[in-house]
Nanobody, 124 residues
């Protein structure tokens, strides 16, 4: 069993930056990809990005490419989502998730464990 706890959400203005953290505990051995998803009211949960266990491979949704950056510190079992040039359309609950597979997945159903989410609100 893995527990994931996100933090760092809040209310920011358009153009601001914000960094989210996701701390993992429990059976972290063997975790491969860590992903970030988001869900806005009335919308489906969507892929934001993912990072491999080594941290050498990252993948992003087109909507955040060039603005968001994912990194991880395996010694701390923590993954980060650095968001810059935030837009009102980035407003959502952000979730981190762990995938034990060896290949990246962009669909929520592929991920094995989820955090409770953290709210990010970007005002215009």
């Amino acid at each position: 069993q893995v527990q994931l706890v996100e933090s760092g959400g809040g209310l920011v203005q358009a153009g601001d930056s914000l960094t989210l953290s996701c701390a993992a505990s429990g059976l972290t051995t063997g975790m491969h990809f860590m992903g970030w998803f988001r869900q806005a009211p009335g919308k489906a949960r969507e892929f934001v990005g993912a990072i491999s266990r080594s941290g050498t491979r990252t993948y992003y949704a087109d909507s955040v490419e060039g603005r968001f950056n994912i990194s991880r510190d395996n010694a701390k079992n923590t993954v980060y989502l650095q968001m810059s040039s935030l837009k009102p359309e980035d407003t959502a609950v952000y979730y981190c998730a762990v995938d034990y597979d060896w290949i990246v997945h962009r669909t929520a159903a592929a991920y094995d464990y989820w955090g409770q989410g953290t709210q990010v609100t970007v005002s215009s």
